[in-house]
């Protein structure tokens, strides 16, 4: 066995110098995770910092489409979407930069339980931040923390989807509404908004919700931005397609997480690594398989 994988890594050594072009990031800072660990308004069995943006991640790992990970302090213009999930902690400096990325003409997508502490964990005072009111286009007046029975919904077009955890209470301004509350004293009010500022769109999600609601928007987001990957015809959720390429050509690894029998179809005719077979068209992939195009 350790003599195969070292055959298999002879073959795939022209990864090297190779890296992934990502249109989608996702802004993950530790600070903010270990503020909010600490924050005694919220419940603390529902925080989920982490699990929050893997569920956003989710949408975009199941349909092969690139994300990187990345913080605060990183460069933001390269990216058409850029997804900051319950940004708890935030500096004046990165709201200005995130507000310079979206007047840019980057989409940004912001949630529940943002904008609360500044970078030495002190609360901003005064109501919301000025720069995400800009960004935004509303005010955000408070955050219902729900019990663990308790839920409400969200009504976007004519969809229904349930809000549980938490749920902002939204004034917007020049903000759209896509979404409104459906219970409560809040009903009828906005729950998810999108704002045009400079050239760029910001979204913010005033409630948790399940996985549905953000299969819903971001497929809109997706479609405005023809975010998909060029190389899949029919793809599965299990079946992972993921690309690294450079100057001289790019190698797409395709792997089988399941313990079934998938199938996907490509476009495109494509020279198999492993095989050393030409493939075209529908492949089968058996429980677990690899397949390496190089291109």
Request: charged share 25%.
């Amino acid at each position: 066995d350790v003599a195969e994988v070292g055959r298999l890594m002879e073959k795939l050594k022209t990864v090297k110098g190779k890296g992934k072009k990502s249109r989608v990031a996702i802004l993950y800072d530790w600070e903010n995770n270990w503020a909010l660990d600490d924050a005694q308004g919220y419940a603390q069995a529902t925080k989920r910092y982490p699990q929050t943006c893997q569920v956003h991640y989710r949408y975009f790992w199941e349909r092969d489409i690139p994300v990187d990970v990345v913080t605060p302090n990183f460069d933001l213009s390269s990216y058409d979407l850029v997804i900051a999930p319950m940004l708890y902690l935030v500096s004046e400096a990165n709201m200005e930069k995130l507000a310079e990325y979206t007047a840019a003409g980057g989409r940004l997508v912001g949630t529940y339980i943002t904008g609360v502490v500044n970078e030495s964990d002190l609360t901003y005072i005064n109501g919301w931040p000025a720069p995400l009111q800009r960004v935004f286009g509303i005010k955000v007046k408070e955050t219902d923390v729900y019990y663990p029975k308790d839920h409400n919904g969200i009504v976007m077009g004519d969809q229904n989807f349930t809000v549980h955890d938490y749920a902002a209470l939204l004034e917007p301004s020049s903000a759209e509404v896509l979404a409104c509350y459906t219970d409560d004293f809040y009903a009828d009010e906005a729950a998810v908004t999108a704002n045009s500022y400079g050239a760029g769109r910001a979204y913010f999600i005033g409630g948790r919700t399940d996985n549905d609601f953000l299969l819903a928007l971001y497929n809109q987001i997706s479609e405005e931005l023809a975010l998909t990957n060029p190389l899949i015809v029919s793809g599965d959720p299990e079946v992972s397609v993921q690309s690294r390429e450079n100057e001289q050509g790019s190698m797409t690894f395709v792997m089988n997480f399941s313990e079934a029998v998938k199938h996907v179809e490509f476009s495109g005719e494509h020279h198999d690594l492993l095989s050393d077979q030409i493939v075209t068209g529908e492949i089968e992939l058996a429980p677990y398989q690899v397949v390496v195009f190089e291109d």
